[in-house]
């Protein structure tokens, strides 16, 4: 009898996009540190400087920490700064000036390869060697003075090292923003192995244009999604399993994260998570020493600064009364006026919120740079996916993570808000000034354990690998042509 030999045909379709997603399965921190280490040596190389948000004003507020002013007492017309070598301040406004003249004629055909051949044309004609040119010249933070060193702290030991080495500014733009994106890989790497489940949406998360767009420029960002991924992950690992972890670890993240940025206090709230509510008078000490730190270091931070948060820029050309700016006569109208901020923030988030989320995704630049139209959709898709997982909780402790992360959220959305209220908006304005949707991605980790403790299903295995380098590739490959297409 004669048998027909079988033929093993090779997978295809999703079965075969599945057997991938397994197979990678295991290797979550890996996979998301080789993605943003390729795509963000790439988008940095590609990146001019200076070209990300606030970038300028990022590096006068780290320049002063190399310096060793760890308070910006240096104040001259209201605004404070530092004093910077001339020929520093030359190169610096180089750039910020011909960012302008890009913006404005980016049409009529002028392109950085241009840019960068007039700087070097410049300074090699000017040179640096002579007194006038080392003259200090004031320059004010325009609203950075309110970031501790723990927003910065691998910018500043770059910074530190480039001044040894005598570099130029785009030598040491490019060192600063190279050692960020390393320090910054390796702690969301971090929070991605100790978070004990939705690893994969962490990496989705942390690869997202935006996500990975700051990690690459001077900005405070890049360290406040960073911190908060970890602590999210530390927290998340202690509902699931009390004991794992010292709580040390817990107390030295939560501060980073509390530090990095103001609106992150409301983390403290996810140490809720570690027990039943019914506990707490049993592990006070433990609740203390994890949030204690940040709660008096932050208060005490902004008290120290005294920072203006560049209300200036709505001031500037407005006879606004200044007190207005004060978070303390802010606070006092709001007492009067109790309706007057929770109405402000509605007509913020109902009538000027339309941007706000594909600046969450990733509108990158000095808001300028725009990822194709599909990848928003694409991504926005894949993020509501990556969440669905079924966590082998108890019925109480999948309530209580759900509460205590929904809490979260909203309490952060409503600092962000009530932030900008008391530093950022008069009182006649209708709605609140100055909120990007960059700011909420750092609350996106809290997200996606709220829908996933909510639903508590789960997809075929291999599907949230699949999800997670699906779109992080997505965002690696489209973020890095947009810089490359809107500047070269």
């Known amino acids: 009898m004669l048998h027909r030999a079988s033929v093993h045909e090779p997978d295809t379709g999703p079965s075969a996009l599945l057997r991938v997603g397994r197979q990678f399965g295991s290797w979550p921190a890996s996979v998301f540190a080789l993605l943003s280490l390729f795509f963000g040596s790439a988008i940095i190389v590609a990146n001019p400087p200076l070209r990300g948000p606030d970038e300028i004003s990022h590096f006068l507020r780290i320049y002063s920490y190399t310096r060793g002013e760890l308070l910006p007492v240096t104040e001259i017309d209201g605004r404070k700064g530092v004093f910077v070598e001339r020929v520093l301040y030359d190169r610096l406004y180089f750039f910020k000036n011909a960012g302008e003249r890009f913006a404005?004629?980016?049409?009529?055909?002028?392109?950085?390869?241009?840019?960068?051949?007039?700087?070097?044309?410049?300074?090699?004609?000017?040179?640096?060697?002579?007194?006038?040119?080392?003259?200090?010249?004031?320059?004010?933070?325009?609203?950075?003075?309110?970031?501790?060193?723990?927003?910065?702290?691998?910018?500043?030991?770059?910074?530190?090292?480039?001044?040894?080495?005598?570099?130029?500014?785009?030598?040491?733009?490019?060192?600063?923003?190279?050692?960020?994106?390393?320090?910054?890989?390796?702690?969301?790497?971090?929070?991605?192995?100790?978070?004990?489940?939705?690893?994969?949406?962490?990496?989705?998360?942390?690869?997202?244009?935006?996500?990975?767009?700051?990690?690459?420029?001077?900005?405070?960002?890049?360290s406040a999604l960073s911190y908060a991924l970890v602590i999210t992950g530390l927290c998340f690992r202690a509902a699931w399993k009390p004991s794992a972890g010292p709580v040390w670890e817990r107390s030295l993240w939560m501060t980073l994260c509390v530090l990095a940025k103001q609106p992150q206090?409301?983390?403290?709230?996810?140490?809720?998570?570690?027990?039943?509510?019914?506990?707490?008078?049993?592990?006070?000490?433990?609740?203390?020493?994890?949030?204690?730190?940040?709660?008096?270091?932050?208060?005490?931070?902004?008290?120290?600064?005294?920072?203006?948060?560049?209300?200036?820029?709505?001031?500037?050309?407005?006879?606004?009364?200044?007190?207005?700016?004060?978070?303390?006569?802010?606070?006092?109208?709001?007492?009067?006026?109790?309706?007057?901020?929770?109405?402000?923030?509605?007509?913020?988030?109902?009538?000027?919120?339309?941007?706000?989320?594909?600046?969450?995704?990733?509108?990158?630049?000095?808001?300028?740079?725009?990822?194709?139209?599909?990848?928003?959709?694409?991504?926005?898709v894949l993020l509501l996916l990556a969440p669905l997982q079924k966590l082998p909780l108890d019925g109480a402790t999948r309530a209580r993570v759900a509460v205590m992360t929904g809490l979260a959220v909203l309490s952060y959305i409503v600092m962000v808000y009530l932030i900008f209220f008391l530093t950022y908006t008069p009182v006649d304005s209708p709605h609140v000034l100055g909120v990007q949707g960059r700011y909420f991605v750092i609350a996106l980790p809290m997200a996606a354990i709220f829908m996933a403790s909510l639903i508590n299903l789960e997809l075929p295995r291999g599907t949230p690998a699949l999800i997670g380098i699906t779109g992080s590739m997505i965002a690696g490959i489209t973020t890095v042509h947009a810089v490359l297409e809107a500047h070269w």
């Open 265 to 380: 206090i409301v983390f403290v709230l996810l140490e809720l998570m570690a027990g039943r509510l019914r506990e707490l008078p049993r592990r006070w000490s433990s609740l203390a020493i994890v949030v204690l730190p940040g709660v008096i270091l932050s208060p005490l931070w902004v008290v120290g600064v005294s920072a203006d948060v560049a209300a200036w820029r709505v001031r500037e050309g407005h006879n606004y009364p200044a007190e207005q700016f004060d978070p303390l006569w802010k606070l006092s109208y709001m007492w009067e006026h109790p309706f007057h901020f929770p109405l402000a923030a509605w007509t913020a988030v109902s009538e000027w919120g339309a941007p706000l989320w594909p600046e969450l995704i990733g509108i990158l630049g000095w808001q300028d740079v725009r990822l194709p139209p599909w990848t928003y959709l694409v991504l926005t």
């Open 104 to 222: 404005r004629a980016k049409h009529e055909g002028i392109r950085y390869g241009q840019i960068m051949a007039e700087y070097r044309d410049i300074t090699r004609a000017n040179g640096d060697g002579d007194e006038a040119a080392q003259t200090p010249v004031f320059v004010p933070f325009s609203g950075t003075e309110g970031y501790s060193p723990v927003a910065y702290a691998p910018y500043i030991v770059a910074a530190a090292i480039g001044r040894v080495l005598s570099l130029d500014l785009p030598e040491l733009l490019f060192l600063m923003r190279f050692l960020g994106l390393v320090v910054f890989t390796a702690v969301a790497a971090y929070a991605i192995t100790v978070t004990p489940a939705l690893k994969w949406a962490f990496v989705l998360i942390a690869m997202l244009p935006v996500s990975l767009y700051n990690r690459v420029v001077l900005s405070a960002d890049g």
